[in-house]
């Protein structure tokens, strides 16, 4: 069975710093990644992807992910963090078991930054 | 126009009562799911159907039943509310259920069990 773990449930930052938000999945089989977004009294929404090829995935509003097979991570990051992107953060695996693709959430990071 | 819209938005009853949560998509696609957040943020998968048909069906009472009139819509009826069952509730939709498919979400329904 496939799991995630994001390994901080909160991320205090500085305005510009830069900043990485951590996953680590576990799976035996091939899995799809995400990374979702959720502002405060909203859905989810997409920051970006991982199916296959180029490790480096690139998304909305200037974060990065890199896919990294040998130590079943997937860390996100951004260069410079503004203010606007104070929320919460999920990392999502998705792998085939017993015939549908059962997508499994981390317990999220909440990404708090400071002006 | 919303794309994956939840009706109502919030919603607070009685234990023991039965209530339903309505929702829509208006981005043509063919795959749908329910999903409970509980206090602490942690989001889970309860129900997702394909063109109607059931196709995940996770460990979730049987007071949960999900109702797929069409491609559309996806609606969750909830029988004899428990205390537990407080929680946000999101419907997503996305195209294909091959796992691979970006999910877009509602915003939401906050049901409180009193």
């Known amino acids: 069975a496939q799991s995630v773990t994001q390994l901080d449930s909160q991320v205090p930052v500085f305005e510009e710093a830069p900043v990485e938000l951590r996953c680590n999945y576990s799976?035996?089989?091939?899995?799809?990644l995400f990374w979702y977004v959720q502002y405060p009294n909203q859905g989810l929404q997409l920051l970006l992807k991982?199916?296959?090829?180029?490790?480096l995935v690139k998304g909305i509003n200037g974060f990065e992910a890199e896919f990294n097979k040998s130590q079943t991570s997937f860390h996100l990051r951004k260069p410079s963090v503004h203010i606007s992107d104070t929320a919460e953060y999920f990392c999502?695996?998705?792998?085939?078991?017993?015939?549908?693709?059962?997508?499994?959430f981390g317990r999220g990071t909440s990404l708090i930054v400071h002006p | 126009d919303t794309a994956v819209s939840q009706t109502p938005k919030y919603l607070v009853t009685q234990m023991g009562n039965d209530k339903s949560i309505k929702c829509e998509q208006n981005?043509?696609?063919?795959?749908m799911y329910w999903y409970k957040q509980d206090s602490k943020k942690f989001l889970k998968i309860m129900f997702s159907?394909?063109?109607?048909?059931?196709?995940i069906n996770e460990t979730v009472p049987n007071r949960f039943s999900p109702k797929s009139p069409d491609k559309a819509h996806l609606n969750l009826h909830i029988n004899s509310l428990e205390l537990g069952d407080s929680a946000v509730y999101f419907c997503?939709?996305?195209?294909?259920?091959?796992?691979?498919?970006?999910?877009?979400f509602g915003p939401g329904t906050r049901l409180t069990v009193l």
């Open positions: 997503a939709s996305s195209q294909g259920s091959s796992g691979a498919a970006e999910q877009f």
């Open positions: 799976s035996s089989v091939s899995v799809y």
């Open positions: 991982y199916l296959s090829g180029s490790t």
């Open positions: 999502a695996v998705s792998d085939r078991a017993g015939g549908s693709y059962i997508p499994t």
């Open positions: 981005l043509g696609h063919d795959t």
């Open positions: 159907y394909n063109n109607k048909e059931l196709i």
